[in-house]
Protein backbone atom coordinates (compact mmCIF):
# COMPACT_ATOMS: atom_id res chain seq x y z
CA UNK A 1 0.00 0.00 0.00
CA UNK A 2 1.62 3.45 -0.91
CA UNK A 3 0.74 7.16 -1.00
CA UNK A 4 1.43 8.24 -4.42
CA UNK A 5 2.39 11.41 -5.35
CA UNK A 6 0.28 14.08 -7.44
CA UNK A 7 2.50 13.47 -10.45
CA UNK A 8 2.01 9.37 -10.68
CA UNK A 9 -1.83 9.86 -9.78
CA UNK A 10 -2.00 11.70 -13.34
CA UNK A 11 0.73 9.11 -15.66
CA UNK A 12 0.67 10.44 -18.94
CA UNK A 13 1.59 7.97 -21.99
CA UNK A 14 3.09 9.67 -25.14
CA UNK A 15 0.78 7.76 -27.72
CA UNK A 16 0.79 6.85 -31.52
CA UNK A 17 -0.48 9.57 -33.48
CA UNK A 18 -3.08 7.42 -35.11
CA UNK A 19 -4.28 5.97 -31.47
CA UNK A 20 -8.24 6.39 -31.71
CA UNK A 21 -10.47 6.84 -28.06
CA UNK A 22 -13.54 5.20 -27.67
CA UNK A 23 -15.63 4.54 -24.27
CA UNK A 24 -18.10 2.15 -23.75
CA UNK A 25 -21.77 3.41 -22.64
CA UNK A 26 -21.93 3.23 -18.83
CA UNK A 27 -24.08 0.37 -18.41
CA UNK A 28 -23.76 -1.13 -21.58
CA UNK A 29 -21.40 -4.03 -21.45
CA UNK A 30 -20.31 -6.30 -24.74
CA UNK A 31 -19.71 -9.69 -23.98
CA UNK A 32 -15.87 -10.89 -24.25
CA UNK A 33 -16.27 -12.83 -27.43
CA UNK A 34 -17.64 -9.41 -29.14
CA UNK A 35 -14.17 -7.19 -27.86
CA UNK A 36 -11.30 -7.40 -30.35
CA UNK A 37 -7.58 -7.94 -30.16
CA UNK A 38 -7.71 -4.28 -28.76
CA UNK A 39 -7.23 -2.81 -25.00
CA UNK A 40 -10.87 -1.52 -23.59
CA UNK A 41 -12.34 0.45 -21.17
CA UNK A 42 -15.67 -0.16 -20.21
CA UNK A 43 -18.12 1.68 -17.58
CA UNK A 44 -20.65 -0.06 -15.67
CA UNK A 45 -22.84 2.49 -14.07
CA UNK A 46 -24.82 0.99 -11.37
CA UNK A 47 -23.69 2.04 -7.95
CA UNK A 48 -20.41 1.58 -9.52
CA UNK A 49 -18.30 4.72 -8.38
CA UNK A 50 -14.83 6.93 -7.63
CA UNK A 51 -14.10 8.51 -4.42
CA UNK A 52 -14.87 11.90 -5.77
CA UNK A 53 -18.50 10.68 -7.25
CA UNK A 54 -16.38 10.69 -11.04
CA UNK A 55 -17.05 7.49 -13.22
CA UNK A 56 -15.54 4.26 -12.79
CA UNK A 57 -13.78 2.49 -15.45
CA UNK A 58 -12.39 -0.90 -15.78
CA UNK A 59 -9.97 -2.08 -18.62
CA UNK A 60 -10.09 -5.54 -20.36
CA UNK A 61 -7.30 -7.11 -22.71
CA UNK A 62 -8.95 -9.71 -24.57
CA UNK A 63 -7.63 -13.03 -24.47
CA UNK A 64 -8.12 -17.08 -24.03
CA UNK A 65 -11.77 -17.49 -22.23
CA UNK A 66 -10.58 -20.45 -20.21
CA UNK A 67 -8.18 -18.22 -18.73
CA UNK A 68 -8.04 -15.40 -16.82
CA UNK A 69 -5.98 -12.97 -14.41
CA UNK A 70 -7.95 -10.10 -12.95
CA UNK A 71 -5.33 -7.54 -11.27
CA UNK A 72 -6.28 -4.69 -8.76
CA UNK A 73 -4.45 -1.88 -8.69
CA UNK A 74 -2.73 -0.13 -5.78
CA UNK A 75 -2.02 3.34 -5.24
CA UNK A 76 -2.29 3.75 -1.45
CA UNK A 77 -5.20 4.54 1.20
CA UNK A 78 -7.29 7.28 3.03
CA UNK A 79 -9.23 6.57 6.36
CA UNK A 80 -9.24 9.68 7.99
CA UNK A 81 -9.53 13.48 7.39
CA UNK A 82 -5.85 14.02 6.91
CA UNK A 83 -5.34 10.99 4.59
CA UNK A 84 -8.20 11.71 2.44
CA UNK A 85 -7.53 15.51 2.23
CA UNK A 86 -4.00 14.17 0.57
CA UNK A 87 -5.69 11.63 -1.41
CA UNK A 88 -8.32 14.47 -3.08
CA UNK A 89 -5.76 17.03 -3.53
CA UNK A 90 -3.21 14.15 -5.40
CA UNK A 91 -6.21 13.05 -7.66
CA UNK A 92 -5.89 9.53 -5.97
CA UNK A 93 -9.75 9.71 -5.97
CA UNK A 94 -10.77 9.16 -9.60
CA UNK A 95 -9.14 6.85 -12.44
CA UNK A 96 -5.72 7.34 -13.26
CA UNK A 97 -5.88 8.94 -16.65
CA UNK A 98 -3.29 6.10 -17.94
CA UNK A 99 -6.08 3.82 -17.96
CA UNK A 100 -8.54 5.70 -20.13
CA UNK A 101 -5.78 6.47 -22.44
CA UNK A 102 -5.01 2.68 -23.14
CA UNK A 103 -8.58 2.45 -24.66
CA UNK A 104 -8.97 1.46 -28.22
CA UNK A 105 -4.84 0.11 -28.49
CA UNK A 106 -3.89 -2.87 -29.72
CA UNK A 107 -2.04 -4.77 -27.60
CA UNK A 108 1.15 -4.56 -28.56
CA UNK A 109 1.23 -1.16 -29.10
CA UNK A 110 -0.17 -0.70 -25.60
CA UNK A 111 2.87 -2.47 -24.04
CA UNK A 112 5.19 -0.67 -25.74
CA UNK A 113 3.39 2.40 -24.54
CA UNK A 114 3.42 1.08 -21.26
CA UNK A 115 7.22 0.05 -21.19
CA UNK A 116 8.15 3.34 -22.75
CA UNK A 117 6.47 5.15 -19.26
CA UNK A 118 8.10 2.85 -16.93
CA UNK A 119 4.88 0.60 -16.66
CA UNK A 120 4.21 -2.97 -17.51
CA UNK A 121 1.78 -5.41 -17.35
CA UNK A 122 2.25 -8.67 -14.94
CA UNK A 123 1.14 -10.99 -17.99
CA UNK A 124 3.70 -8.96 -20.19
CA UNK A 125 7.66 -9.80 -20.28
CA UNK A 126 8.30 -13.38 -19.08
CA UNK A 127 6.94 -12.50 -14.93
CA UNK A 128 5.94 -15.90 -14.78
CA UNK A 129 7.83 -18.65 -16.09
CA UNK A 130 6.33 -21.03 -18.34
CA UNK A 131 3.05 -20.21 -16.97
CA UNK A 132 1.61 -19.27 -20.60
CA UNK A 133 -0.02 -16.29 -18.97
CA UNK A 134 0.58 -14.10 -22.14
CA UNK A 135 -2.40 -14.65 -23.74
CA UNK A 136 -4.94 -14.91 -20.71
CA UNK A 137 -7.68 -12.55 -20.82
CA UNK A 138 -6.66 -9.74 -18.30
CA UNK A 139 -8.56 -7.63 -16.53
CA UNK A 140 -7.44 -4.31 -14.51
CA UNK A 141 -9.42 -3.13 -11.88
CA UNK A 142 -8.40 0.41 -11.68
CA UNK A 143 -8.48 2.39 -7.99
CA UNK A 144 -10.10 5.08 -7.19
CA UNK A 145 -11.92 5.09 -3.71
CA UNK A 146 -8.98 4.38 -1.37
CA UNK A 147 -10.46 2.15 0.89
CA UNK A 148 -8.39 -1.31 -0.32
CA UNK A 149 -10.75 -1.84 -2.62
CA UNK A 150 -13.58 -2.73 -0.56
CA UNK A 151 -15.75 -0.11 1.16
CA UNK A 152 -19.25 0.51 1.33
CA UNK A 153 -20.38 4.09 0.82
CA UNK A 154 -20.13 7.33 1.44
CA UNK A 155 -18.11 8.64 4.45
CA UNK A 156 -17.87 12.60 5.63
CA UNK A 157 -14.46 13.61 6.32
CA UNK A 158 -13.81 16.99 9.05
CA UNK A 159 -10.55 19.02 7.43
CA UNK A 160 -8.21 20.62 9.42
CA UNK A 161 -9.48 23.61 7.57
CA UNK A 162 -13.25 23.14 8.83
CA UNK A 163 -14.37 21.77 5.24
CA UNK A 164 -16.29 19.13 4.81
CA UNK A 165 -14.94 16.37 2.47
CA UNK A 166 -16.96 13.31 1.28
CA UNK A 167 -15.79 10.74 -0.05
CA UNK A 168 -17.22 8.02 -1.91
CA UNK A 169 -15.74 4.23 -0.15
CA UNK A 170 -17.55 1.87 -2.75
CA UNK A 171 -14.47 0.04 -3.30
CA UNK A 172 -16.59 -3.23 -3.33
CA UNK A 173 -19.52 -1.84 -5.96
CA UNK A 174 -17.08 -1.48 -7.99
CA UNK A 175 -15.08 -4.93 -8.09
CA UNK A 176 -18.98 -6.62 -7.71
CA UNK A 177 -19.76 -5.05 -10.87
CA UNK A 178 -16.56 -6.20 -12.52
CA UNK A 179 -16.67 -9.45 -11.19
CA UNK A 180 -20.22 -10.11 -12.19
CA UNK A 181 -19.29 -9.04 -15.66
CA UNK A 182 -16.29 -11.74 -15.72
CA UNK A 183 -18.51 -14.10 -14.45
CA UNK A 184 -21.05 -13.88 -17.20
CA UNK A 185 -18.71 -13.91 -19.59
CA UNK A 186 -16.46 -16.96 -18.18
CA UNK A 187 -18.71 -18.82 -16.90
CA UNK A 188 -16.75 -22.06 -16.90
CA UNK A 189 -12.40 -21.14 -16.34
CA UNK A 190 -9.88 -23.21 -16.04
CA UNK A 191 -8.21 -21.31 -14.28
CA UNK A 192 -8.96 -17.63 -12.90
CA UNK A 193 -5.40 -15.39 -11.12
CA UNK A 194 -5.86 -12.69 -8.76
CA UNK A 195 -2.64 -10.52 -8.24
CA UNK A 196 -2.27 -7.70 -7.03
CA UNK A 197 -0.13 -4.60 -6.28
CA UNK A 198 0.03 -2.95 -2.67
CA UNK A 199 -3.42 -1.81 -1.56
CA UNK A 200 -4.95 -3.94 -4.07
CA UNK A 201 -3.09 -7.23 -2.94
CA UNK A 202 -3.81 -6.74 0.86
CA UNK A 203 -7.06 -8.27 1.24
CA UNK A 204 -9.11 -7.71 -2.02
CA UNK A 205 -7.61 -10.72 -4.32
CA UNK A 206 -7.66 -12.93 -1.25
CA UNK A 207 -11.51 -12.48 -1.05
CA UNK A 208 -12.66 -12.83 -3.95
CA UNK A 209 -10.65 -15.70 -5.07
CA UNK A 210 -12.30 -17.52 -1.72
CA UNK A 211 -15.67 -16.46 -2.78
CA UNK A 212 -14.67 -18.01 -6.16
CA UNK A 213 -13.80 -20.91 -4.88
CA UNK A 214 -16.75 -21.62 -3.20
CA UNK A 215 -18.69 -20.53 -6.46
CA UNK A 216 -16.83 -23.48 -8.72
CA UNK A 217 -17.52 -25.75 -6.12
CA UNK A 218 -21.49 -24.93 -6.08
CA UNK A 219 -21.30 -25.31 -9.72
CA UNK A 220 -19.23 -28.58 -9.63
CA UNK A 221 -16.74 -27.11 -11.85
CA UNK A 222 -12.62 -28.10 -11.43
CA UNK A 223 -11.14 -24.45 -12.11
CA UNK A 224 -8.42 -23.99 -10.35
CA UNK A 225 -8.27 -20.44 -8.12
CA UNK A 226 -4.65 -18.99 -7.30
CA UNK A 227 -4.02 -15.60 -5.78
CA UNK A 228 -0.31 -13.44 -5.77
CA UNK A 229 -0.16 -10.68 -3.98
CA UNK A 230 2.92 -7.86 -4.35
CA UNK A 231 3.78 -6.09 -1.59
CA UNK A 232 0.72 -6.49 -0.04
CA UNK A 233 0.03 -4.14 3.67
CA UNK A 234 0.12 -7.46 5.24
CA UNK A 235 1.62 -5.38 8.44
CA UNK A 236 -0.96 -2.60 9.77
CA UNK A 237 -1.31 -0.55 13.32
CA UNK A 238 -4.15 -0.69 15.65
CA UNK A 239 -5.22 2.75 14.63
CA UNK A 240 -5.45 2.24 11.11
CA UNK A 241 -7.47 -0.79 11.74
CA UNK A 242 -10.04 0.51 13.78
CA UNK A 243 -10.53 3.99 11.57
CA UNK A 244 -10.95 1.36 8.38
CA UNK A 245 -13.61 -1.04 10.12
CA UNK A 246 -15.73 2.34 10.88
CA UNK A 247 -15.25 3.99 8.33
CA UNK A 248 -15.43 2.00 5.20
CA UNK A 249 -17.69 -0.46 6.29
CA UNK A 250 -14.93 -3.59 6.40
CA UNK A 251 -16.22 -5.86 8.32
CA UNK A 252 -19.92 -6.16 5.94
CA UNK A 253 -17.98 -5.88 3.07
CA UNK A 254 -16.66 -8.94 3.71
CA UNK A 255 -19.50 -10.52 5.26
CA UNK A 256 -21.73 -10.11 2.26
CA UNK A 257 -18.63 -11.37 -0.31
CA UNK A 258 -18.30 -14.34 1.41
CA UNK A 259 -22.13 -14.84 2.67
CA UNK A 260 -21.30 -15.44 5.95
CA UNK A 261 -20.68 -14.07 9.53
CA UNK A 262 -16.61 -13.45 10.29
CA UNK A 263 -14.98 -12.79 13.41
CA UNK A 264 -12.27 -10.04 12.50
CA UNK A 265 -10.17 -8.25 15.76
CA UNK A 266 -10.38 -4.63 15.47
CA UNK A 267 -6.31 -4.16 16.49
CA UNK A 268 -3.09 -5.03 14.01
CA UNK A 269 -3.82 -8.59 13.45
CA UNK A 270 -6.75 -8.05 11.46
CA UNK A 271 -5.12 -8.05 7.65
CA UNK A 272 -3.34 -11.62 9.51
CA UNK A 273 -6.12 -13.19 10.78
CA UNK A 274 -8.02 -12.57 7.43
CA UNK A 275 -5.58 -14.29 4.91
CA UNK A 276 -4.92 -16.95 7.83
CA UNK A 277 -8.96 -18.12 8.20
CA UNK A 278 -9.46 -17.98 4.38
CA UNK A 279 -6.78 -20.13 3.33
CA UNK A 280 -7.62 -22.48 6.26
CA UNK A 281 -11.49 -22.20 5.27
CA UNK A 282 -11.02 -22.71 1.78
CA UNK A 283 -8.24 -25.45 1.25
CA UNK A 284 -8.62 -25.34 -2.40
CA UNK A 285 -7.07 -21.39 -3.08
CA UNK A 286 -3.48 -21.44 -3.55
CA UNK A 287 -2.11 -18.35 -2.49
CA UNK A 288 1.29 -16.22 -2.02
CA UNK A 289 3.05 -12.95 -1.87
CA UNK A 290 6.41 -11.45 -2.59
CA UNK A 291 7.56 -8.54 -0.17
CA UNK A 292 10.80 -7.21 0.23
CA UNK A 293 12.20 -6.95 3.47
CA UNK A 294 13.11 -3.91 3.00
CA UNK A 295 10.04 -1.80 2.10
CA UNK A 296 10.14 1.65 2.65
CA UNK A 297 7.12 2.44 1.07
CA UNK A 298 5.20 -0.49 3.51
CA UNK A 299 7.24 1.00 6.54
CA UNK A 300 6.25 4.37 5.71
CA UNK A 301 2.57 3.56 5.53
CA UNK A 302 2.90 1.99 9.22
CA UNK A 303 4.10 4.73 10.34
CA UNK A 304 1.29 6.84 8.48
CA UNK A 305 -1.20 4.17 10.21
CA UNK A 306 0.24 4.80 13.40
CA UNK A 307 0.14 8.58 13.23
CA UNK A 308 4.15 8.28 13.81
CA UNK A 309 3.86 6.16 16.86
CA UNK A 310 4.51 3.13 15.32
CA UNK A 311 8.49 2.23 16.02
CA UNK A 312 11.50 1.56 13.77
CA UNK A 313 12.23 -0.52 10.37
CA UNK A 314 13.55 -3.75 12.57
CA UNK A 315 10.19 -3.56 14.74
CA UNK A 316 8.24 -3.75 11.44
CA UNK A 317 10.74 -6.21 9.95
CA UNK A 318 9.59 -8.44 13.16
CA UNK A 319 6.21 -8.43 12.68
CA UNK A 320 6.42 -9.27 8.72
CA UNK A 321 8.68 -12.09 9.10
CA UNK A 322 6.64 -13.58 11.64
CA UNK A 323 3.33 -13.19 9.80
CA UNK A 324 5.18 -14.77 6.97
CA UNK A 325 6.10 -17.52 9.25
CA UNK A 326 2.65 -18.56 10.74
CA UNK A 327 1.04 -18.32 7.48
CA UNK A 328 3.78 -20.46 5.74
CA UNK A 329 2.32 -23.46 8.29
CA UNK A 330 -0.68 -23.33 5.97
CA UNK A 331 0.04 -25.82 3.09
CA UNK A 332 -2.08 -23.77 0.45
CA UNK A 333 0.64 -20.75 1.42
CA UNK A 334 3.92 -19.78 -0.09
CA UNK A 335 6.08 -16.56 -0.09
CA UNK A 336 8.80 -15.12 -1.83
CA UNK A 337 10.44 -12.51 0.69
CA UNK A 338 13.56 -10.45 -1.13
CA UNK A 339 16.33 -8.50 0.29
CA UNK A 340 15.63 -5.73 -1.52
CA UNK A 341 14.14 -2.74 -0.52
CA UNK A 342 11.42 -1.96 -3.90
CA UNK A 343 7.94 -1.48 -4.03
CA UNK A 344 5.48 -2.35 -6.57
CA UNK A 345 4.02 0.03 -9.25
CA UNK A 346 2.43 -2.43 -11.18
CA UNK A 347 2.54 -6.56 -9.98
CA UNK A 348 5.72 -8.00 -9.94
CA UNK A 349 7.47 -4.85 -11.44
CA UNK A 350 10.32 -5.12 -8.93
CA UNK A 351 9.96 -8.60 -8.02
CA UNK A 352 10.86 -10.05 -11.28
CA UNK A 353 13.61 -8.46 -11.26
CA UNK A 354 14.76 -10.98 -7.88
CA UNK A 355 16.65 -14.34 -9.10
CA UNK A 356 14.37 -17.32 -9.25
CA UNK A 357 11.35 -15.14 -9.01
CA UNK A 358 9.65 -15.50 -12.37
CA UNK A 359 10.35 -19.28 -11.79
CA UNK A 360 8.68 -19.76 -8.50
CA UNK A 361 5.65 -17.24 -9.72
CA UNK A 362 5.77 -19.26 -12.63
CA UNK A 363 5.14 -22.51 -10.79
CA UNK A 364 2.76 -21.02 -8.21
CA UNK A 365 0.35 -19.80 -11.53
CA UNK A 366 0.42 -23.57 -12.45
CA UNK A 367 -0.53 -25.13 -9.40
CA UNK A 368 3.32 -26.96 -9.13
CA UNK A 369 4.55 -28.11 -6.01
CA UNK A 370 6.87 -25.28 -4.99
CA UNK A 371 8.98 -23.85 -1.45
CA UNK A 372 8.31 -20.73 0.09
CA UNK A 373 11.77 -18.27 -0.68
CA UNK A 374 13.67 -15.92 1.29
CA UNK A 375 16.67 -13.90 1.37
CA UNK A 376 17.68 -16.42 4.71
CA UNK A 377 18.47 -15.45 8.52
CA UNK A 378 17.84 -11.90 7.70
CA UNK A 379 14.62 -12.44 6.34
CA UNK A 380 13.79 -14.32 9.85
CA UNK A 381 13.05 -13.38 13.49
CA UNK A 382 15.51 -15.01 14.61
CA UNK A 383 18.28 -13.10 12.34
CA UNK A 384 16.79 -9.54 14.04
CA UNK A 385 18.13 -7.69 16.51
CA UNK A 386 15.30 -7.18 19.05
CA UNK A 387 14.95 -3.98 21.40
CA UNK A 388 17.11 -5.45 23.99
CA UNK A 389 19.60 -4.93 21.94
CA UNK A 390 20.39 -9.06 21.63
CA UNK A 391 20.02 -10.57 18.47
CA UNK A 392 17.57 -14.05 18.14
CA UNK A 393 16.11 -12.29 21.31
CA UNK A 394 12.78 -11.81 19.10
CA UNK A 395 11.83 -9.22 21.39
CA UNK A 396 9.52 -6.61 19.48
CA UNK A 397 8.55 -3.18 20.65
CA UNK A 398 5.38 -2.60 22.05
CA UNK A 399 2.09 -2.23 19.89
CA UNK A 400 2.13 1.68 21.05
CA UNK A 401 5.64 1.95 19.33
CA UNK A 402 7.07 3.89 21.73
CA UNK A 403 10.67 2.36 20.58
CA UNK A 404 11.26 1.66 24.52
CA UNK A 405 8.90 -1.40 25.67
CA UNK A 406 10.15 -4.73 25.08
CA UNK A 407 7.30 -7.45 25.50
CA UNK A 408 7.83 -11.24 24.85
CA UNK A 409 7.49 -12.38 21.49
CA UNK A 410 7.12 -10.82 18.10
CA UNK A 411 3.56 -8.25 18.30
CA UNK A 412 1.11 -10.21 17.37
CA UNK A 413 3.04 -13.62 16.73
CA UNK A 414 -0.32 -15.23 17.91
CA UNK A 415 -3.04 -14.30 15.67
Known amino acids: MRRPTRHEGSTQLALPAFCFMWMTAAGHLPSLKDLNGHIHVLSPGGSSLCGDGSEFVFLVRPGRVNKVMVDFMGGGACWNAQTCEHAAINGLLRVNSLVRQLNGLPQEVASLALVSSGVSLPTDGGTFARAGVEDWTYVLVPYCTQDVHMGRGPKEYATASGQS ?8 ANVAAVMAWLWDNTPEPETV ?6 AGATVVNLVQAARAVRRIEQQGLQ ?3 VVLSDSPAIVVHDDFVQAAVANW ?7 EILGTPVNLPQ ?11 LLQGVPNLTAGYYVA ?3 QVLYATWRDMSGSKAGSM ?3 QCRLFSITKQLNGLPNFRSFVAGS ?6 PFDQARWNSGFSAWAGALMRHLPLASVDCGEECHPSGLVGCDDIRGSELGEDRCGDGQSCIGGMVGSSF
Open 165 to 172: LRVFHTGA
Open 193 to 198: AFVGCS
Open 223 to 225: SRI
Open 249 to 255: GLKTTVE
Open 267 to 277: NADLVPKLWQE
Open 293 to 295: ARD
Open 314 to 316: TSW
Open 341 to 346: AGHCSM
